[in-house]
């Protein structure tokens, strides 16, 4: 088993985000050289951020170093 963790804040890794988003592009979406590994609560700060540029709310991530 391999555990990774968190490319933000070195947490245990639950999710694999796309650096680049692949908007439906399915070569951008399995490219492993576009995956980072992020802890789910960095993962939904992360988009939280993207979406604030929209005027939404963003939260920070607790364990960010």
Do not use: Y
Request: charged share 25%; hydrophobic share 30%; aromatic share 6%.
């Amino acid at each position: 088993m391999v555990v990774a963790t968190g490319q933000r804040c070195g947490q245990p890794a639950s999710v694999v985000d796309h650096i680049i988003p692949h908007r439906g592009d399915r070569a951008r979406f399995w490219d492993r050289t576009n995956w980072q590994p992020l802890c789910t609560h960095c993962h939904a700060s992360r988009k939280q951020s993207a979406e604030q540029q929209t005027g939404l709310r963003r939260s920070a991530c607790q364990f960010e170093k």
